[in-house]
């Protein structure tokens, strides 16, 4: 089992729409959790961290963890076209800083 | 956020020659800096951690002497591709752990093909 799985998509949705990104990770103990948008050619930028269950919300973006499930979750409300673009999902170790990346899941966004 | 700089951008090497990447963290300190690689439509791959004073921490089938990691200060770590060949041709990305923020900050990476 791979430590964090993610549908690769593509995943499109129509603008205006919320799209929905979804995380599975393999070790329980892990504490911290992020999202990352990467646009192609582009190196990847932070949009989310997450720490609690629960849900974190900032603007347009809402990340959803649920620990015991051992899921995370982003969602994007009024999803824009230039949204589309892969959204890596990254989870911290316990030990060390070292973060482990999914796959990425590719969403386009059609006007 | 906190600021990763990554140089050059982009470059282009012959086969067998040498090219050396350079990762700073601009407003912080970085005791860990990390070095991926990124073939087209893949996901990032961990090269390596680089620990400020001590040697670098390879992943499982990443050749040590071909991938030389020198993390000289606290600001500043650098990846040098030795004896570059045509399939070492990447993007290779590094990011450093911001402490004070508990988050990881991505560099704008650096295209490298070799011919």
């Known amino acids: 089992q791979k430590e964090v799985e993610q549908n690769s998509g593509p995943l499109s949705v129509p603008e205006g729409a919320i799209a929905s990104l979804n995380c599975t990770y393999s070790?329980?103990?892990?504490?911290?959790f992020f999202w990352y948008r990467q646009y192609s050619g582009k190196s990847p930028e932070l949009i989310m961290s997450i720490y609690s269950n629960g849900d974190k919300e900032d603007g347009r973006f809402t990340a959803q963890l649920n620990k015991a499930s051992q899921y995370v979750s982003l969602l994007i409300r009024d999803s824009q076209p230039s949204d589309s673009a892969t959204y890596l999902c990254a989870v911290k170790r316990n030990y060390g800083q070292n973060f482990v990346f999914g796959p990425g899941t590719r969403l386009s966004v059609l006007p | 956020g906190a600021v990763v700089s990554q140089h050059p951008s982009w470059v282009i090497c012959k086969s067998g020659t040498s090219v050396k990447i350079e990762c700073r963290s601009l407003?912080?300190?970085?005791?860990?800096m990390f070095w991926y690689r990124q073939f087209p439509k893949k996901s990032l791959m961990l090269m390596a951690t680089s620990n400020e004073g001590s040697k670098a921490t390879y992943e499982q089938g990443v050749e040590k002497d071909k991938f030389l990691i020198n993390h000289a200060s606290l600001t500043l770590s650098t990846l040098t591709v030795t004896s570059a060949h045509p399939e070492d041709s990447s993007f290779y990305i590094c990011?450093?752990?911001?402490?004070?923020?508990?988050?990881?900050?991505f560099g704008q990476g650096t295209r490298l093909t070799v011919v």
């Open positions: 407003d912080f300190q970085a005791t860990t």
């Open positions: 990011s450093a752990f911001d402490s004070r923020n508990t988050e990881a900050f």
């Open positions: 070790d329980r103990g892990s504490q911290s």
